[in-house]
């Protein structure tokens, strides 16, 4: 007997319309009802990753998540036309929500000032009042009332649900009130008081709160929305650094072809200053090529014929031809796009408390609200006395407060952190720096300048440093290569001597004439195999300085080596004070890098760092990560290179520096914009200052309502007091947010 085995189908599908994590729960348990389908719903990166059999098709996952109340379509395939990018840049929903805001800002001002200030009210202000505000509360309010009813399909409340019975009781009452009651009347005014007098409450309106609490609320959900947004620029930052076109030998002849065309097995030209196509195998040529956005390293590494070398990496000087052996999907850089990808739905989101209580908040004030109509119906009190305290119940309990509490915190925050030159993602990134205990810190380009630069000249026995720095400075300026670079800048701003002769020895060094010495610089093998000695002082200084971590050239002229130049990525002169103020903020530092182990080693001394974690690609980076996760440990990663973006992803926050790469930026969640990784620990203690004030205004805007409530129900706090209140709730948020200005 056997079983039909039907393989399994992996996809992801984008999602729109969710606006909490309620409504990427509902995708995730509806998709998962399908017969052999596991689903994964990411509400910040509005993806569905989904696994399922043949027997399930794609256009039914997408007609699920339509019949839940949401859209769905399936990713575009690998951008590998110019304009998929850019096109993916605009989101036309965050557009939308966008005009929605400023159309709604603009019309609600008026009125929210002529409800306040009753010198403003002309005759039939109230009727202007309800011509402005209508559009507000029905076209601006919509994405809220969209949502509130595909959650009361399925038998569900959120923070929507209270928003659009809030507005649409304050609105629908004061349209009663206008039409039936004496608001409407020309000339009437509406004094703004603190009274607790009955009426029959047919003489107030409340469009200023129906509008307000629309607008604010719009605007905290245009703020969330462009902060998601960047989360998937991460992707598409990695896929940027490939190769578009690509130079193929067909005979002898080089053909420029896009990289679509490019196959396994295809040969292709690398000229100085190009990006390495795809993975391949060295055929022809020397050169050095500058992997620091593979793999960490500062130095940059020689290639050579029978030598693999891998795609995004930079060729400085040679130029290179080289056999594709793999393509598209299977290069490095595609495994490493995948990684951030994995990294991010891996991630845990951090719910908003908001959200959370919404969904025994709001059908309890709700139920509240039925009771007290139907409580006072019973007493006799009238059929308006009784609608007035219903609806003073909805409107204390609207939750503009609620709504305003975390953007009005974050727009403070972030502000003053731009100031400070810390930009942070969104709410979810400050639960992760309140626990945070160790902080990993990338080397290159993090802790060093990522640059290299001459370090130590050590002269042999009766030699002048100084002549053999200006001698080998001279020969090098001719050179392409980094480390000959690098020596010549150091004799950038002296006279040199001119160079006759000169000869690029394929990789191993240079040599030229120079004041009547043929001077040869390069590694010390190069000079034995040209017939200079290396005396024994030189030799020791040698291995000393490659203990240290550091490239060594020879320069020698006359039968023997005259002199040592050791060339490093230098330590940035901020780096060890910014490792004792992460010290002081109670996390552990550990240093983290693609380099070698001597490198590394040496920096983490210099810099105070004890534990050191060495010579791995992105995908060790990863995993190291992953392995202080596993001990217990809850991580901060710093750093700035493409290969640090998966570890950044991954671990529970990440930061990086505005001077690395946008693939390392958009899979942060904080950027340092000056680079100076001192800000590391302003950032921190920054956005641990946000969280404080967020989770402060939750508190209390929750807490100001709910004591409310029972006067509202008793019918001792009419409409207007309950706006009043909702209003005093909403300047206390606001100021408690302000105070965010004054953090140093």
Known sequence: MTTDVHPELTTELDITGMTCASCANRIERKLNKLDGVTASVNYATERARVTYPETVSAEDLLATVAAAGYGATLPTTEATEPTALEA???????????????????LTVPVVLVAMVPALQVDGWQWLSLTLAAPVVVWGGWPFHRAAAVNLRHGATTMDTLVSVGTLAAFGWSLVALVYGDAGVIGMTHPFRFTLERGDGLDDIYLEAAAGVTTFLLAGRWFEKRSKRAAGAALRALMELGARDVTILRGEAEVRVPIGELGVGDSFVVRPGETVATDGVVESGTSALDASVLTGESVPVDRGPGMSVAGATLNTYGRLVVRATRVGSDTQLARM???????????????????????????????????????????????????????????????????????????????RGAQLGVLVRGPEVLEATRRIDTVVLDKTGTVTTGELALVDVVAGAGEDAAVVRRLAGAVEAASEHPVGRAVARATAGEPRPEVTGFRNLEGRGVRG??????????????????????????????????????????????????????VADTVKPTSAEAVRRLRALGLSPVLLTGDHEQVARAVAAEVGIDEVVAGVLPEGKVAAVRVLQQRGCVVAMVGDGVNDAAALATADLGIALGTGTDAAIAASDLTLVSGDLRVAATAVRLARRTLGTIRGNLFWAFAYNVAALPIAAAGLLTPMLAGAAMALSSVFVVSNSLRLRRFH
């Open 88 to 106: 993916d840049a605009r989101d036309p929903e965050l557009d939308v929500l966008r005009q929605r805001l400023l159309v709604s800002a603009l």
């Open 337 to 415: 796009a995948r990684l951030v990808e994995e990294a991010q739905h891996g991630k845990t989101q951090a719910q908003r408390l908001a959200d959370r209580v919404s969904g025994v908040f709001v059908p309890v004030v709700i139920a509240l609200s039925v009771a007290t109509l139907g409580f006072w119906l019973g007493t006799g009190a009238g059929a308006a006395a009784s609608f007035t305290a219903a609806v003073a119940v909805l409107i204390v309990a609207c939750p503009c407060a609620l709504g305003l509490a975390t953007p009005t915190a974050l727009m403070v925050g972030t502000g």
């Open 513 to 566: 004439s120079v004041d009547g010495h043929d001077v040869v610089v390069g590694r010390p093998e190069l000079l034995a195999d040209e017939g200079l000695v290396v005396p024994d002082d030189l030799t020791a200084a040698v291995q000393r300085a490659r203990a240290a971590g550091r490239t060594v050239v020879v320069a020698g002229w006359g039968g023997k080596a005259r002199g040592v130049l050791a």
